[in-house]
């Protein structure tokens, strides 16, 4: 998904604006986390020789006031993250197309991500953010990075220990399929222990279950397991050429996608090893690909729709 994306003079402008924010909040926090260091080594150092009252004065002295030099420079970085989504991705976004827009503290709703039913595990701990969202000619689709996590705990000589599990970490896009589905249907990788994320649909299906559907397209099958509520309507969305263009987005692809069809939508989930659209802190702006990795998965999501061939309407909503 390599792109060579060129900054338009406008956003380059914005980008040595932002350059210089940068430098001052990247200086500071280094300030900041380096007091903190030096406290805690005076207090190691010092409370070793036995000088308690000195290690307290001292090292927490210093560690306290790196605390506060991070939290003075808190809202100035929250503030340069926000400008560098909504006027540097939001820039990008539009030379794609004009019809793009970003909600950079908007996602997919965590009731929408259970009722995509592309996973049996459910959430504990969810966020989402940078809501995307685009039209081409009728088809309207928004998608959003997404970590869904799950715990589990143990319980050993220590105590009580939580563990935190990724559901998904990636991307969840969604997109209207022109057609009230009756059943749902789920696409999922078949080989799921290697795939990252827990690929399992919310309908508890099992090999050999008549929920299992049986496809012609050996390269599709090879690949995923397709299940349904519903044999007739899954073979109806699932065309040949349907199957040949899912495996084709599967191969550009980093890792295994999963599917879902419910209602009128379909629902795809990307995992991903990077979190994109965000500005850096301790790397310069005035990198010459800054943007390439961002602009590469904003132009794979936006190629889905056509992708897949979505803006042919071959249905007609009920």
């Known amino acids: 998904m390599a792109t060579n994306f060129t900054i338009n003079p406008a956003v380059q402008a914005v980008i040595a604006e932002l350059e210089i924010q940068r430098k001052k909040i990247s200086s500071t926090k280094y300030r900041g986390w380096g007091a903190i260091i030096v406290g805690i080594t005076i207090f190691l150092i010092t409370a070793s020789f036995g000088a308690m009252i000195i290690a307290l004065l001292l090292g927490g002295a210093s560690a306290i006031y790196g605390i506060v030099v991070l939290y003075k420079i808190s809202d100035e970085e929250s503030f340069y993250k926000s400008r560098f989504k909504n006027e540097v991705i939001g820039a990008a976004l539009r030379t794609i197309d004009p019809s793009l827009t970003i909600e950079p503290h908007n996602g997919i709703s965590e009731a929408e991500f259970r009722f995509s039913q592309l996973f049996t595990t459910e959430p504990d701990r969810y966020h989402t953010e940078d809501l995307i969202s685009g039209k081409i000619d009728k088809t309207s689709f928004y998608f959003a990075e997404v970590h869904a996590e799950y715990k589990t705990e ?144 904003l132009s794979f999501m936006y190629d889905i729709v056509h992708e897949l061939d979505l803006n042919t309407r071959i249905w007609t909503k009920q």
């Open 154 to 297: 143990t319980h050993g000589k220590n105590g009580k220990q939580t563990h935190w599990h990724d559901i998904i970490k990636g991307i969840v896009f969604t997109a209207d399929f022109n057609k009230h589905f009756n059943g749902v249907t789920v696409v999922r990788p078949k080989d799921f222990g290697a795939s990252l994320g827990a690929w399992f649909s919310k309908n508890v299906f099992s090999i050999g279950d008549k929920n299992v559907v049986e496809l012609e397209n050996e390269g599709f099958k090879k690949n995923f397991v397709t299940y349904s509520t519903d044999q007739i309507e899954a073979r109806y969305i699932l065309t040949p050429s349907m199957m040949e263009k899912i495996n084709e987005l599967n191969e550009r692809s980093a890792y295994t996608v999963s599917l879902s069809f419910i209602n009128a939508n379909m629902y795809i989930a990307f995992p991903l090893d990077h979190n994109y659209f965000e500005a850096p802190i301790f790397k310069t702006l005035l990198e010459p690909n800054l943007l390439d990795k961002d602009m590469s998965v």
